[in-house]
């Protein structure tokens, strides 16, 4: 049980992982300015503003350099972790995407009743990956500093 109570102490996990699903949330609140539409199933699509990624790995990044400072080791380690994620996710992923579009242009060109649909939301356009990566900090850090983990949050709720 102690094992299991040292994971709810995690405030780096905790506020990253809400820095991604505020992110998540978010998307339906852009997709309705840009669309005029609600769609809630947006939250559980890849793709779209803001890149929750770029928010849980940058929010875990700043939470990492928070506490255990700037200078460590396993912050370098989360910092390069944290640009490979974000250059899949504006580069390689947004490439497959870009060739998903075009092979089912093609494959409704070449046979009209086809059932192959890829995929074509998989990345993120650079902006949005840049919204992101602001979002995690601001999330994480204030989290941490003013209320702390879930375990800090669930005491100050109880008492």
């Not at 990624?53 to 080791?73: E, K, R, W």
Request: with cysteine.
């Amino acid at each position: 049980m102690s094992e299991f109570l040292s994971f709810l102490d995690n405030s780096v996990l905790f506020w990253s992982l809400i820095s991604c699903l505020l992110a998540q949330f978010l998307k339906v609140v852009f997709n309705f300015f840009s669309t005029g539409k609600i769609r809630f199933g947006i939250m559980f699509e890849t793709g779209g503003m803001p890149s929750s990624h770029s928010a849980l790995i940058t929010g875990a990044t700043s939470g990492i350099g928070f506490q255990l400072g700037f200078d460590s080791p396993i912050f370098a380690l989360s910092f390069a972790l944290a640009l490979i994620v974000m250059y899949d996710a504006s580069g390689v992923r947004k490439s497959a995407g870009i060739q998903a579009a075009e092979i089912n242009k093609l494959s409704k060109k070449i046979q009209p009743n086809s059932q192959v649909a890829l995929k074509e939301t998989l990345g993120h356009t650079k902006f949005e990956v840049i919204v992101g990566s602001f979002l995690g900090p601001l999330i994480t850090l204030p989290g941490i500093v003013f209320i702390g983990s879930p375990l800090d949050l669930f005491d100050f709720i109880v008492n």
